[in-house]
Each structure stands twice: as C-alpha cells, then as structure tokens.
C-alpha cells in the first residue's frame, strides 16, 4: 500500500522559534497533499490544501503566514511553523493523494510539536 | 457546510461483544465514507472505505454500511478483542476532495 512519511515524529522548541516539519509520499506521486492539526481528545482539523508547485489553499482561520506551506515537488510537502508558541503546541498529521478528488487519502504517523 | 457527527462519544464493552459505531453526515453530496483506526499519540489507520455508490463493505470482523440518502454510516465490529481499542474516526469526502472528520468514537474493550 501506499507510505506517507513525516519527520520528524516529535520536536521540542523553544517559543518564538520555527520549526520544518515534512512530509513525504514514499512509493507515489502526490499531486495533491493536506495539513491537519489535532489538539488532544479533538478530532482532525484541516489546516490547507497544498498543490504540487502552486500556492497552499487555507481553511478559514488559519493563518498562512504562520502556517507556511511548500509542495515544491510530487513527493515532498513541507509545513513551518513561524515563531512558535505555545498555543501551536499540537498534533500535525499530513495527507497525500496521488490525483482524483475521490481518492484515497494516505496519512502520515503525525508529528508532535510541543512549545515551551 | 458539511458536519459530521459521532455517536457515542466513548464505549466501553466487555470482550467477545459485537458493537456499533454510528456516523451521521448532514451533506449528501460525497465521494464516500472512511472510517479510520487512530491509538493514543499514533496517525490514522484506515479501516474501510465506501464510495457514494455502495452500499457496504467488509474487512474480517468490520462492515461498514453507508445510507447516502440518510446521511448515516455505521461500523459494526463483530467479537470484540481488546486489541481493537482505539479511537474510531468516520470522514467523509466532499466534492471538493477535502475530507471531513467526525469527532470520534473512543472504545475501550475490557478483557
């Protein structure tokens, strides 16, 4: 089946800092790829929608210049958070899917981001 | 705008039941239906997957049922294992390709 990585799994940092976490569709071609957030005992929240080499699409409320989002190649996304804090601490899952709308999305393990 | 409910929220069950997780969406208009397996701190297992045209489909002891017209799904899980504890999660997908999540059914299986 299909493999969605993520890395790192868990990062610790420091408030006002920024962190990378990325996300890569191991044995496929990802045209499109999602970011969603889970915060304890909530269900998935989808954060964007990111297109192979054109701009992140943003669900209302979340902020695209916190949350940059880059799909610069078919099997790499990558999601940074700008100058973190503790609030952001969170659960971040990626998403792939190779072209259709009614394909299946594969997900990644999640990364654990914490703040302090 | 297309909301999706779970029910219950929590379940706990003895060992060898068979169970029913219930998901209802209030927007016909999908591509289909997943239901998803997260454990504690884990990413998403996906579990079974309808499109808009079925009916049902089975996966050793899981069917998952889909009622379109309703906007119900349900997943029944036939004797219990304390191994199927974990968080279900029922998502639709909207014509747009987004998935939209329920908020979960957490089940715990006692021995």
């Known amino acids: 089946g299909a493999v969605v990585s993520q890395h790192p799994s868990r990062v610790i940092c420091k408030s006002g800092t920024s962190v990378k976490i990325e996300c890569r569709s191991l044995d496929f071609q990802a045209t499109t790829m999602f970011w969603y957030r889970q915060f304890p005992k909530q269900s998935l929240m989808l954060m964007a929608t990111?297109?192979?080499?054109?701009?992140?699409?943003?669900e209302q409320g979340v902020e695209k210049d916190k949350f940059l989002i880059n799909h610069a190649s078919l099997t790499l996304s990558t999601l940074t958070v700008t100058s973190a804090h503790p609030e952001d601490s969170s659960f971040y899952i990626c998403?792939?899917?190779?072209?259709?709308?009614?394909?299946?999305?594969?997900f990644g393990p999640g990364t654990r981001l914490l703040v302090l | 705008k297309q909301e999706v409910t779970q029910i219950p929220a929590a379940l706990s069950v003895p060992e060898g039941e068979n169970l029913v997780l219930n998901c209802s969406f209030t927007d016909s208009a999908i591509y289909n239906l997943q239901w998803f397996r997260q454990d504690p701190g884990k990413g998403l297992t996906s579990l079974l997957l309808?499109?808009?045209?079925?009916r049902e489909q089975t996966s050793g002891r899981l069917n998952a049922s889909l009622d379109k017209s309703s906007g119900r799904s349900t997943l029944y899980i036939a004797a219990s294992q304390p191994g199927d504890s974990a968080t279900y999660l029922c998502?639709?997908?909207?014509?747009?390709?987004?998935?939209?999540f329920g908020q979960g059914t957490t089940l715990q299986v006692k021995p």
């Open positions: 990111s297109n192979e080499g054109s701009k992140a699409t943003y």
């Open positions: 309808i499109q808009s045209s079925q």
């Open positions: 998403s792939a899917r190779q072209r259709l709308v009614g394909e299946t999305q594969y």
């Open positions: 998502a639709v997908t909207s014509n747009t390709g987004k998935l939209i």
